[in-house]
C-alpha cells in the first residue's frame, strides 16, 4: 500500500494543517485525560492556540468495557485563534469497543480512527452491543482506520522491566499518546519532562511509560500503515508569555492574586463538590501564599466559616457547584444583609438536584438571582473560558470589597475543566484593590455607625480589634445607619430599597457592554458563560459571510451593563442561546421588555458552534 | 503611643444601649449579668472580644454585648466562629448558643467544633424548650414531656449536651447553673481561661414555657441533695450535711452514705487533668432524679488547637517554599513566548 519500499528510509509526507481536532477516549480507568492533558499541553508549548473538553463519566469506575464507563478528552489546537474545543473530530483513538461505539459519531468522514485492536474481543464487542467485531466488518470502511495492537505492542515495549500485566498494560495510554504526538508531529519531551517528575519515586513505572510512549511515536514513524502526518503552525496569539491553563486553576490563581493586591489573607470555606473541588485542591497547595484551606463539614459550614472571616477582615471564599449553592442560601443572605463582601465561586454542573454531576449546563443563574429568601439582591458574574476565570476572580473581589456585597461567580464544568493558553500577566501591573478599614475612635468621637454608607451605598468594614468601633451585626432587619436591629416598617422598606440600589450602583462601576460587530442589525445574539465560545465562532462565520449579525457575550449578570437595554433595542431581532431552558432571555426580557429568542439545549453538553449557526441564519431569513 | 494605664473597666461597660428583650424573669439576664461581670473581673478588651450566636433567645446575647457580635443563622454560629477564630487568632470568640440551636440543627457543626478544638468558648443555655418559637419540646426536653407540638407527650429520647461533648473529645467541658452566680462566674472564667475549645452547659429557666424545669436544683430545700459541685482532687461529697457521695460499683456509680463502713476514701476523686475521657463521660451520664447531678468543671485537658494548627501550615509553607511570589509561580512549570 505505501510506496515507499526501503524500510530504513521511510520518508513521510507532513500535511500542513490550519486546525485539527483529536479525541482520546477509552474506558474510565484508561487514563484518557492524562492522555488528553499531555497532548494539549504538548500543543500549547508547540505554540497552537487550543480548546480542550474534558468529558467523563459520573462513577470513579464504572464496569470496565461497558458504554457508561467511557471516559473522553477532545482538543482542538489551530494556528489562528480558536474559541471551542471543536464539534466533529479529525482523528478519533478509541481504546475499546465502547469507546469506539460512543464516540465514533463525532468523527468527521474520512476521518483518522486509531483503535487498539487487542481490546476488540468477544467479551469486549459484546458488552459494546457489538454483533460482529467493525475491524473485520465494512462498517468503518468511511474512516481510515488504524488498527494497531497497543495491549500487546506495549507489553512488548516494556519487557524485561518486571512488571506485572496490569501494570504493563496501564502503559498503554502512553503508546496512544506516542502515536498521536507522531501523527501530529509533536515533540515528546515535555511528556518525558512530566513522566520523570511524576514518577520519580517509582524507577520502573517511569521507565515502562517513556518506552511505551516512544513505541507509540516509533510504530507511527515506522509502520507502513501510517503514509503521512500533519503539521500545524504556530498561532498569531498577542505576544506574550503563556502556560496552559484550566479554568479551575484559572480561578484558583486569580483568588490567591485577588488577595495578595488587596493584601488580605485569603480564607477558603469549602466543602467537597464535583466539579468545583478542583479548586479546593488547588488553593490547598499554595498556604506559603497566606492561604488558609478549611474543608468544613458541609457546604453550609463552608460559606458561614467563610463569613466568619469576612467579618474578621480577610479575603472570604467560599467555593461549590450548584446543589452545594442550594445548601448556602441561607447564609448567602444572610453576608447580603450584613453587607461583607464575600465571594460565592459556583461551578455550574447539570441539575437539578444530583443531576448530571459530570456533565455541563448553566441552569443556575436564577439560583444565583433568586435563590434566597425575601429581597436579596447579589451581583453575579460570570466567566467565558478557562483563562477569563483568572480576571473575573480579581474583577469580583474587586466589586465585593468596594460595594460592600458578597458576590457569585459563575462558572461551569465546561470551564472549570476545560484548558487554554493564558498569557501571563505581571503581577506589577494588575491594579491593586485598594481596601480601607476605619480606624479606632476614642470614648469622645461621636459613636461609630456600622451602617453609616457612601456615596455608593457602601457601609465602612470595621473588623473586631478596633477600638472604638465595636457593633453587631446579624440577619435582623438594620436601623438605618446604627446598624441596631429595628422592627420599623418604613425603615424595613427604606433598607430593602437601599440594597437593592447598592447593588443596581454596580452597573456604573464596570464596563459598558461591548459587541462583536456592528452596534446594530438584524439579529443581535446574547450569552453568557460557558457558551461564548461557540457564539463568537458562528458569529463571526456568519459576518465572514456578509450577515448581519453582531455578538454580546456578558460578564456582568447582576446588575446588567448599564447601555444593555440600549443594544438589544438596536436590533430587529435578539437571540439568546442557553444551556437551560431560557434563564437569562427571562431575565432580559423581564428587564427590557425586549422579545428574545432563546436556543436551548440541556443535554450536558456544550452548544457546537454549527447549532449557534443554523439558528441565527434561521432568524437572518 | 502613650503608656498610660488601661482603664478598668466595671461590667455595666461591657453592656449596650439596647433595651434588653427577654422575658421579665428570664435566666438568661443572669447569665448576661455574669459575663458581663467576668469580662470586668478579667479585664477583657471589648474591642478583642467577639460574641457569635445563631439564633433563638440565647442568641440575641451579642445585641446586649457591647463588643463586636454576629447574630448569625440557626445552628451554624460554630462554623462562623470557626472562620473567624482561623484568620483572626487574636480576638477570643464566644458562641452563644441554646439546646435547639445547638443541638438540633447546629448538631452536626456542634460536633465538628468540639473534634476540632477550636479555641472558642461555647455557651449553650439550656431551657429545654423552644422559647422563641413559644414552647415546642426540644432535643434535651424529657421524654413525655408534654408541649404544643406534642400534645400526647414528646416520644424522643432526650440528648444529653455533656456526653455528646465528651464524645466529641471537647478539651473542657463543664456545667452551671444560672442562678447559681457566683458558680456560674467561676465557671465562666474558668472557660475563657482554658486555652482549646471550652463547651459550658448552662441549665436555665424559661419561665413562661418551661418553668420550674431546673426547680429540684435550685430550690434551697432540694438542691444541697440533688447537686454535686465537682472540685478537682477532691472525693464526690454532696448532701446538706455533706454525708452522702458517689461511689464506682464496677464500671457504675452509686450513690452511698458515709459512716458505716464507708470513707472518703472509698469515693470517686475528681480528676479534671485525666485524658481519658471515661470518668468525665461517666459524670455526664449521672442524672436527676436517680443521681445528685455533677456542676463545675468535667474535664479540663491541653490539646492542640485547630485555628493554631491551620496557621502554623501556613508559616511552614512558608519557611519550607520560600517567600511567596506570585510571578514566579505564573512562570513556573512549561511555558512558551509568542514573539
Same mark, same amino acid.
Given at each position: 500500500?505505501?510506496?515507499?519500499?526501503?524500510?530504513?528510509?521511510?520518508?513521510?509526507?507532513?500535511?500542513?494543517?490550519?486546525?485539527?481536532?483529536?479525541?482520546?477516549?477509552?474506558?474510565?480507568?484508561?487514563?484518557?485525560?492524562?492522555?488528553?492533558?499531555?497532548?494539549?499541553?504538548?500543543?500549547?508549548?508547540?505554540?497552537?492556540?487550543?480548546?480542550?473538553?474534558?468529558?467523563?463519566?459520573?462513577?470513579?469506575?464504572?464496569?470496565?468495557? !461497558?458504554?457508561?464507563?467511557?471516559?473522553?478528552?477532545? =482538543?482542538?489546537?489551530?494556528?489562528?485563534?480558536?474559541?471551542? $474545543?471543536?464539534?466533529?473530530?479529525?482523528?478519533?483513538?478509541?481504546?475499546?469497543?465502547?469507546?469506539?461505539?460512543?464516540?465514533?459519531?463525532?468523527?468527521?468522514?474520512?476521518?483518522?480512527?486509531?483503535?487498539?485492536?487487542? %481490546?476488540?474481543?468477544?467479551?469486549?464487542?459484546?458488552?459494546?452491543?457489538?454483533?460482529?467485531?467493525?475491524?473485520?466488518?465494512?462498517?468503518?470502511?468511511?474512516?481510515?482506520?488504524?488498527?494497531?495492537?497497543?495491549?500487546?505492542?506495549?507489553?512488548?515495549?516494556?519487557?524485561?522491566?518486571?512488571?506485572?500485566?496490569?501494570?504493563?498494560?496501564?502503559?498503554?495510554?502512553?503508546?496512544? &499518546?506516542?502515536?498521536?504526538?507522531?501523527?501530529?508531529?509533536?515533540?515528546?519531551?515535555?511528556?518525558?519532562?512530566?513522566?520523570?517528575?511524576?514518577?520519580?519515586?517509582?524507577?520502573?513505572? %517511569?521507565?515502562?511509560?517513556?518506552?511505551?510512549?516512544?513505541?507509540?511515536?516509533?510504530?507511527?514513524?515506522?509502520?507502513? %500503515?501510517?503514509?503521512?502526518?500533519?503539521?500545524?503552525?504556530?498561532?498569531?496569539?498577542?505576544?506574550?508569555?503563556?502556560?496552559? &491553563?484550566?479554568?479551575?486553576?484559572?480561578?484558583?490563581?486569580?483568588?490567591?492574586?485577588?488577595?495578595?493586591?488587596?493584601?488580605?489573607?485569603?480564607?477558603?470555606?469549602?466543602?467537597?463538590?464535583?466539579?468545583?473541588?478542583?479548586?479546593?485542591?488547588?488553593?490547598?497547595?499554595?498556604?506559603?501564599?497566606?492561604?488558609?484551606?478549611?474543608?468544613?463539614?458541609?457546604?453550609?459550614?463552608?460559606?458561614?466559616?467563610?463569613?466568619?472571616?469576612?467579618?474578621?477582615?480577610?479575603?472570604?471564599?467560599?467555593?461549590?457547584?450548584?446543589?452545594? &449553592? %442550594?445548601?448556602?442560601?441561607?447564609?448567602?443572605?444572610?453576608?447580603?444583609?450584613?453587607?461583607?463582601?464575600?465571594?460565592?465561586?459556583?461551578?455550574?454542573?447539570?441539575?437539578?438536584?444530583?443531576?448530571?454531576?459530570?456533565? !455541563?449546563?448553566?441552569?443556575?443563574?436564577?439560583?444565583?438571582?433568586?435563590?434566597?429568601?425575601?429581597?436579596?439582591?447579589?451581583?453575579?458574574?460570570?466567566?467565558?473560558?478557562?483563562?477569563?476565570?483568572?480576571?473575573?476572580?480579581?474583577?469580583?473581589?474587586? =466589586?465585593? !470589597?468596594?460595594?460592600?456585597?458578597?458576590?457569585?461567580?459563575?462558572?461551569?464544568?465546561?470551564?472549570?475543566?476545560?484548558?487554554?493558553?493564558?498569557?501571563?500577566?505581571?503581577?506589577?501591573?494588575?491594579?491593586?484593590?485598594?481596601?480601607?478599614?476605619?480606624?479606632?475612635?476614642?470614648?469622645?468621637?461621636?459613636?461609630?455607625?456600622?451602617?453609616?454608607?457612601?456615596?455608593?451605598?457602601?457601609? $465602612?468594614?470595621?473588623?473586631?480589634?478596633?477600638?472604638?468601633?465595636?457593633?453587631?451585626?446579624?440577619?435582623?432587619?438594620?436601623?438605618?445607619?446604627?446598624?441596631?436591629?429595628?422592627?420599623?416598617?418604613?425603615?424595613?422598606?427604606?433598607?430593602?430599597?437601599?440594597?437593592?440600589?447598592?447593588?443596581?450602583?454596580?452597573?456604573?462601576?464596570?464596563?459598558?457592554?461591548?459587541? &462583536?460587530?456592528?452596534?446594530?442589525?438584524?439579529?443581535?445574539?446574547?450569552?453568557?458563560?460557558?457558551?461564548?465560545?461557540?457564539?463568537?465562532?458562528?458569529?463571526?462565520?456568519?459576518?465572514?459571510?456578509?450577515?448581519?449579525?453582531?455578538?454580546?457575550?456578558?460578564?456582568?449578570?447582576?446588575?446588567?451593563?448599564?447601555?444593555?437595554?440600549?443594544?438589544?433595542?438596536?436590533?430587529?431581532?435578539?437571540?439568546?442561546?442557553?444551556?437551560?431552558?431560557?434563564?437569562?432571555?427571562?431575565?432580559?426580557?423581564?428587564?427590557?421588555?425586549?422579545?428574545?429568542?432563546?436556543?436551548?439545549?440541556?443535554?450536558?453538553?456544550?452548544?457546537?458552534?454549527?447549532?449557534?449557526?443554523?439558528? =441565527?441564519?434561521?432568524?437572518?431569513? | 503611643?502613650?503608656?498610660?494605664?488601661?482603664?478598668?473597666?466595671?461590667?455595666?461597660?461591657?453592656?449596650?444601649?439596647?433595651?434588653?428583650?427577654?422575658?421579665?424573669?428570664? @435566666?438568661?439576664?443572669?447569665?448576661?449579668?455574669?459575663?458581663?461581670?467576668?469580662?470586668?473581673?478579667?479585664?477583657?478588651?471589648?474591642?478583642?472580644?467577639?460574641?457569635?450566636?445563631?439564633?433563638?433567645?440565647?442568641?440575641?446575647?451579642?445585641?446586649?454585648?457591647?463588643?463586636?457580635?454576629?447574630?448569625?443563622?440557626? @445552628?451554624?454560629?460554630?462554623?462562623?466562629?470557626?472562620?473567624?477564630?482561623?484568620?483572626?487568632?487574636?480576638?477570643?470568640?464566644?458562641?452563644?448558643?441554646?439546646?435547639?440551636?445547638?443541638?438540633?440543627? *447546629?448538631?452536626?457543626?456542634?460536633?465538628?467544633?468540639?473534634?476540632?478544638?477550636?479555641?472558642?468558648?461555647?455557651?449553650?443555655?439550656?431551657?429545654?424548650?423552644? *422559647?422563641?418559637?413559644?414552647?415546642?419540646?426540644?432535643?434535651?426536653?424529657?421524654?413525655?414531656?408534654?408541649?404544643?407540638?406534642?400534645?400526647?407527650?414528646?416520644?424522643?429520647? /432526650?440528648?444529653? /449536651?455533656?456526653?455528646?461533648?465528651?464524645?466529641?473529645?471537647?478539651?473542657?467541658?463543664?456545667?452551671?447553673?444560672?442562678?447559681?452566680?457566683?458558680?456560674?462566674?467561676?465557671?465562666?472564667?474558668?472557660?475563657?481561661?482554658?486555652?482549646?475549645?471550652?463547651?459550658?452547659?448552662?441549665?436555665?429557666?424559661?419561665?413562661?414555657?418551661?418553668?420550674?424545669?431546673?426547680?429540684?436544683?435550685?430550690?434551697?430545700?432540694?438542691?444541697?441533695?440533688?447537686?454535686?459541685?465537682?472540685?478537682?482532687?477532691?472525693?464526690?461529697?454532696?448532701?446538706?450535711?455533706?454525708?452522702?457521695?458517689?461511689?464506682?460499683?464496677?464500671?457504675?456509680?452509686?450513690?452511698?452514705?458515709?459512716?458505716?463502713?464507708?470513707?472518703?476514701?472509698?469515693?470517686?476523686?475528681?480528676?479534671?487533668?485525666?485524658?481519658?475521657?471515661?470518668?468525665?463521660?461517666?459524670?455526664?451520664?449521672?442524672?436527676?432524679?436517680?443521681?445528685?447531678? /455533677?456542676?463545675?468543671?468535667?474535664?479540663?485537658?491541653?490539646?492542640?488547637?485547630?485555628?493554631?494548627?491551620?496557621?502554623?501550615?501556613?508559616?511552614?509553607?512558608?519557611?519550607?517554599? *520560600?517567600?511567596?511570589?506570585?510571578?514566579?509561580?505564573?512562570?513556573?512549570?512549561?511555558?512558551?513566548?509568542?514573539?
Amino acid at each position: 500500500m505505501s510506496t515507499t519500499t526501503d524500510e530504513t528510509t521511510v520518508v513521510k509526507e507532513i500535511q500542513p494543517l490550519e486546525e485539527a481536532t483529536v479525541r482520546f477516549c477509552g474506558d474510565s480507568g484508561d487514563g484518557m485525560q492524562l492522555a488528553g492533558t499531555q497532548f494539549s499541553n504538548t500543543s500549547a508549548l508547540a505554540g497552537n492556540d487550543i480548546a480542550t473538553f474534558p468529558d467523563f463519566p459520573a462513577e470513579i469506575r464504572a464496569p470496565r468495557g !461497558t458504554l457508561a464507563g467511557v471516559s473522553g478528552f477532545q =482538543i482542538h489546537f489551530a494556528s489562528h485563534d480558536i474559541f471551542t $474545543p471543536g464539534e466533529t473530530v479529525d482523528a478519533l483513538v478509541a481504546m475499546n469497543p465502547a469507546a469506539l461505539k460512543t464516540n465514533l459519531g463525532d468523527l468527521k468522514k474520512n476521518g483518522v480512527l486509531i483503535l487498539n485492536s487487542n %481490546a476488540f474481543d468477544k467479551k469486549a464487542l459484546g458488552q459494546a452491543g457489538y454483533e460482529s467485531n467493525p475491524i473485520e466488518d465494512d462498517s468503518l470502511s468511511g474512516y481510515q482506520v488504524f488498527s494497531v495492537p497497543m495491549t500487546s505492542m506495549t507489553r512488548g515495549a516494556v519487557d524485561g522491566l518486571d512488571l506485572s500485566v496490569k501494570e504493563a498494560d496501564r502503559c498503554r495510554n502512553f503508546f496512544a &499518546m506516542g502515536l498521536v504526538f507522531w501523527l501530529y508531529g509533536r515533540s515528546m519531551e515535555p511528556t518525558l519532562r512530566f513522566i520523570e517528575a511524576k514518577f520519580s519515586k517509582l524507577p520502573a513505572i %517511569a521507565e515502562a511509560n517513556r518506552r511505551a510512549l516512544k513505541a507509540g511515536y516509533n510504530f507511527g514513524e515506522t509502520t507502513d %500503515a501510517f503514509r503521512s502526518s500533519y503539521s500545524v503552525e504556530k498561532a498569531k496569539l498577542p505576544p506574550g508569555k503563556y502556560r496552559n &491553563m484550566t479554568g479551575n486553576q484559572a480561578l484558583a490563581w486569580g483568588l490567591i492574586s485577588a488577595a495578595q493586591l488587596s493584601d488580605k489573607k485569603l480564607f477558603l470555606g469549602s466543602y467537597p463538590i464535583t466539579p468545583a473541588s478542583d479548586i479546593l485542591h488547588e488553593l490547598s497547595k499554595y498556604k506559603n501564599y497566606n492561604v488558609l484551606t478549611f474543608q468544613a463539614e458541609d457546604e453550609i459550614a463552608a460559606v458561614c466559616a467563610a463569613i466568619g472571616a469576612a467579618y474578621g477582615g480577610e479575603m472570604a471564599l467560599t467555593t461549590t457547584s450548584g446543589p452545594g &449553592m %442550594a445548601l448556602k442560601g441561607e447564609a448567602m443572605g444572610l453576608a447580603m444583609m450584613l453587607e461583607l463582601p464575600l465571594v460565592i465561586v459556583d461551578v455550574q454542573r447539570g441539575g437539578p438536584s444530583t443531576g448530571l454531576p459530570t456533565k !455541563t449546563e448553566q441552569a443556575d443563574l436564577l439560583q444565583a438571582m433568586f435563590g434566597r429568601n425575601g429581597e436579596s439582591p447579589l451581583p453575579i458574574i460570570a466567566a467565558r473560558s478557562p483563562a477569563d476565570c483568572f480576571d473575573v476572580a480579581i474583577e469580583a473581589w474587586r =466589586i465585593a !470589597t468596594r460595594f460592600m456585597t458578597p458576590i457569585v461567580i459563575l462558572t461551569d464544568g465546561y470551564i472549570a475543566n476545560g484548558s487554554e493558553p493564558w498569557r501571563i500577566p505581571n503581577m506589577a501591573d494588575l491594579p491593586k484593590i485598594e481596601v480601607t478599614h476605619p480606624g479606632p475612635r476614642s470614648e469622645d468621637d461621636p459613636p461609630f455607625l456600622a451602617y453609616q454608607r457612601n456615596e455608593e451605598l457602601a457601609r $465602612p468594614w470595621a473588623i473586631p480589634g478596633t477600638p472604638g468601633l465595636m457593633h453587631r451585626v446579624g440577619g435582623l432587619e438594620k436601623q438605618d445607619g446604627t446598624g441596631n436591629v429595628s422592627y420599623d416598617p418604613q425603615n424595613h422598606h427604606h433598607m430593602v430599597l437601599t440594597r437593592a440600589k447598592k447593588v443596581a450602583n454596580i452597573a456604573e462601576a464596570v464596563p459598558p457592554q461591548e459587541v &462583536m460587530g456592528a452596534e446594530s442589525g438584524k439579529v443581535l445574539v446574547v450569552s453568557w458563560g460557558g457558551t461564548y465560545g461557540s457564539c463568537r465562532t458562528a458569529v463571526a462565520r456568519l459576518q465572514a459571510q456578509g450577515q448581519s449579525v453582531s455578538h454580546a457575550h456578558l460578564r456582568y449578570l447582576n446588575p446588567f451593563p448599564r447601555n444593555l437595554g440600549q443594544l438589544l433595542g438596536s436590533f430587529d431581532k435578539v437571540l439568546v442561546p442557553e444551556l437551560n431552558l431560557g434563564q437569562l432571555r427571562m431575565l432580559l426580557r423581564d428587564k427590557y421588555l425586549v422579545d428574545a429568542v432563546g436556543l436551548n439545549k440541556v443535554q450536558g453538553k456544550p452548544f457546537t458552534t454549527t447549532e449557534i449557526a443554523e439558528k =441565527i441564519e434561521s432568524m437572518l431569513m | 503611643m502613650a503608656s498610660a494605664e488601661l482603664p478598668v473597666l466595671k461590667p455595666a461597660d461591657y453592656g449596650t444601649d439596647q433595651d434588653v428583650r427577654w422575658c421579665p424573669g428570664c @435566666g438568661d439576664y443572669s447569665i448576661l449579668a455574669q459575663m458581663k461581670k467576668v469580662m470586668s473581673n478579667l479585664n477583657m478588651s471589648r474591642e478583642d472580644t467577639v460574641f457569635v450566636s445563631g439564633i433563638g433567645c440565647s442568641s440575641r446575647f451579642p445585641y446586649y454585648m457591647n463588643t463586636y457580635g454576629m447574630h448569625s443563622v440557626h @445552628g451554624r454560629a460554630p462554623a462562623f466562629a470557626t472562620g473567624l477564630k482561623s484568620s483572626r487568632q487574636d480576638l477570643t470568640v464566644f458562641v452563644i448558643t441554646g439546646d435547639g440551636d445547638a443541638l438540633s440543627i *447546629g448538631g452536626n457543626h456542634l460536633m465538628h467544633v468540639l473534634r476540632r478544638n477550636v479555641n472558642l468558648n461555647i455557651i449553650l443555655f439550656n431551657n429545654r424548650i423552644y *422559647g422563641l418559637t413559644k414552647g415546642q419540646y426540644s432535643p434535651t426536653s424529657e421524654k413525655g414531656k408534654i408541649t404544643k407540638s406534642t400534645p400526647m407527650g414528646a416520644i424522643d429520647n /432526650p440528648i444529653h /449536651p455533656l456526653s455528646v461533648a465528651i464524645s466529641c473529645e471537647a478539651t473542657f467541658v463543664a456545667r452551671s447553673i444560672d442562678v447559681y452566680i457566683k458558680h456560674l462566674a467561676d465557671t465562666l472564667e474558668r472557660a475563657v481561661a482554658h486555652k482549646g475549645v471550652s463547651f459550658v452547659e448552662v441549665y436555665q429557666n424559661c419561665n413562661v414555657f418551661n418553668d420550674g424545669a431546673y426547680k429540684w436544683a435550685t430550690d434551697k430545700d432540694t438542691k444541697a441533695d440533688t447537686v454535686l459541685e465537682l472540685e478537682h482532687g477532691k472525693p464526690l461529697i454532696f448532701g446538706k450535711d455533706r454525708d452522702k457521695g458517689i461511689r464506682l460499683n464496677g464500671m457504675t456509680p452509686e450513690v452511698v452514705e458515709l459512716g458505716k463502713g464507708i470513707s472518703e476514701d472509698d469515693l470517686l476523686f475528681h480528676d479534671e487533668k485525666t485524658n481519658d475521657p471515661t470518668l468525665a463521660y461517666l459524670l455526664t451520664r449521672m442524672s436527676h432524679p436517680e443521681f445528685p447531678e /455533677p456542676i463545675g468543671v468535667l474535664r479540663d485537658v491541653d490539646a492542640p488547637c485547630y485555628d493554631d494548627a491551620i496557621n502554623y501550615q501556613v508559616q511552614q509553607a512558608k519557611q519550607s517554599r *520560600g517567600e511567596a511570589s506570585l510571578d514566579k509561580l505564573f512562570n513556573s512549570g512549561d511555558t512558551w513566548v509568542v514573539e
